[in-house]
């Protein structure tokens, strides 16, 4: 028997139509995001994350609670937005310049931006021009690589828009030879962002903190529990005392503090990174740090004698404030 070719064709043509559009179903996981897609099933998400609340939104495992935590990401409020295009990114306020400038400079105040001028005007801010190494000049290395090193500073621009405002940022990158030029001032604001990705990561942490600015303004929120959310480091004061907190993962904070220690030239006796234990010498006197994880990304510090006993008021505010000084 035999088949023709044209109508063996049409008919293998009619299965595999048949089965794209099987494939296209509303029970398909790969169903295609079109005008009919909100005919597809519903995600199946666990009944305790359909229904979350502002102060619980995208906070991770292991926190200690409280209205807001370090781990909470880009917390929404109605006078700031993050918006985005392309490589471009800004935050827009519903507020006004003047309004926005001073909480600005308090931010480059904790970021600790050594600020080279402003220019309030033209909502300017620019940093001062930082290496991209901590070589020092006339070293031997710094001899060898030669002279022309990358610096890098940041720059804010802040502009009316409409009734509210808009604030841009962006990471400035120039040569040594450019930076130490007698018109090096000619460098004003960039077109672009040297590293955009960075620069959207300065907006965020600013939309953080102006977050949390609110939340203190409206009673929400105490200083210190602001502290815990925006500081990298701090010094807390607990019912069993002071402790220093780091907001960083256990290994790189028991080697921070570790190298504050031996930069302040105590003489550290015995360390263990296992169990996060560090014995050194004030002076004479034998002294204990232990650190705490408390998730992933805080650890605690806490500082007692030999025999887990805190120390006098004084000698304990004295030692933890060196150390967060050194860290800071």
Known sequence: MRIHAPLLLSTLAALVLAGCSSLQSTNSPDVLY?????AARSLQVPPDLTDVSNTEQFVLPGTSGGPVTRNTLLPQFSSARFERAGQQSWLAFDTSAEEIWPQLLDFAKKEKYLIEKTEPAAGLIF??????S???KGSLLQSLIGGDEEFSRIAFR???????????ARSQSASEAVVTAADSAALAWPAESHDPEATSALLSRLLVFLGVNEQKARGI???EQARL?????LVITTGSGRQLVLQRGFKP????????LETLDYNVTSSDDGVGRIEFLDGETPLVIELAPQHVSEVRVALTDTGGRR????????????LLAQIA
């Open 311 to 322: 120390l006098p008021d004084a000698d304990e505010k004295a030692v933890l404030d060196a």
């Open 34 to 38: 079109d005008r009919n897609a909100e």
């Open 158 to 168: 802040l502009e009316r828009n409409g009734a509210g405002s808009r604030l841009f």
């Open 253 to 260: 904070s028991f080697n921070a503090v570790l190298s504050a």
């Open 134 to 136: 901590a070589v020092t």
């Open 127 to 132: 940093s001062q021009w930082r290496a991209a």
């Open 221 to 223: 929120i105490d200083a």
């Open 229 to 233: 959310v925006t500081d990298d480091v």
